[in-house]
């Protein structure tokens, strides 16, 4: 596609459920980033791909975060055991270029709601 | 990555100039300034980027100041649909393949008509 597509655009979770959230990143684009933007703050970084291999994941807040890429192309960001904190807008982004800053396309974000 | 001060939010009169500044007095010599938006309920969009020399793309034009603790972003007409956050963002052009972006809470820039 043209750009990077995340779904779902939104998604309800009670406390205690599992989600995933799916990114199809631009072809061919070697770099993918996820991160967390809290409501009136700027995103937050979570982690990194290159091609399949997760290569930061220093940001991730806990071990109920997890990512995966496992071809290279399409990510999914799974949280198991929702909690309300974890309420927020997840970004996928995506770049042709390998730890460059400029470049980056987002997508729209999946706005998730624990409840 | 150096740390990065802007005013939280600006108001701008429909086609004219918009001049967000942006302050980084922390920044090193193989630091660039990048300029990424976000209009509501999109993600990040990339607006430009440099070192030390002035740029200019079909989106604005950056100004850094020759001792490149600060720098501008120029809007040269705004219009309704420049109304969004603008992140300043201080890094290496390539953080070793790892590094992600560190946006901060950015200007809120309202464009009134």
């Known amino acids: 596609g043209a750009g990077v597509s995340q779904s779902p655009r939104y998604k309800v979770a009670k406390r205690g459920q599992d989600v995933a959230l799916r990114c199809d990143p631009i072809?061919?684009?070697?770099?993918l980033f996820w991160y967390q933007q809290a409501l009136g703050q700027g995103p937050e970084f979570l982690t990194y791909?290159?091609?399949?291999?997760?290569?930061?994941k220093s940001g991730l807040p806990s071990d109920r975060f997890f990512a995966e890429r496992p071809e290279g192309s399409v990510s999914t960001l799974k949280i198991q055991r929702t909690q309300q904190e974890d309420s927020a807008v997840y970004l996928c982004a995506s770049s042709p270029v390998q730890g460059a800053a400029y470049g980056y396309t987002f997508g729209s974000g999946t706005r998730l709601t624990v409840v | 990555d150096a740390k990065t001060t802007q005013p939280t939010s600006m108001d701008c009169a429909e086609g004219r100039a918009a001049n967000l500044p942006c302050n980084h007095s922390?920044?090193?010599?193989?630091?660039?300034v990048y300029w990424y938006r976000q209009i509501h309920s999109q993600g990040p969009q990339y607006i430009i980027h440099?070192?030390?020399n002035n740029e200019t793309n079909e989106m604005a034009s950056l100004i850094i100041t020759e001792d490149r603790k600060s720098s501008t972003l120029i809007l040269p007409h705004a219009t309704l649909r420049d109304t969004a956050v603008y992140y300043c963002i201080v890094r290496l052009y390539s953080g070793g393949g790892a590094d992600g972006l560190t946006f901060g809470k950015g200007t809120h820039l309202i464009i009134q008509p």
């Open positions: 072809s061919g684009h070697v770099s």
């Open positions: 791909f290159q091609n399949e291999a997760q290569l930061d």
């Open positions: 440099g070192l030390k």
């Open positions: 922390t920044i090193s010599g193989n630091e660039y």
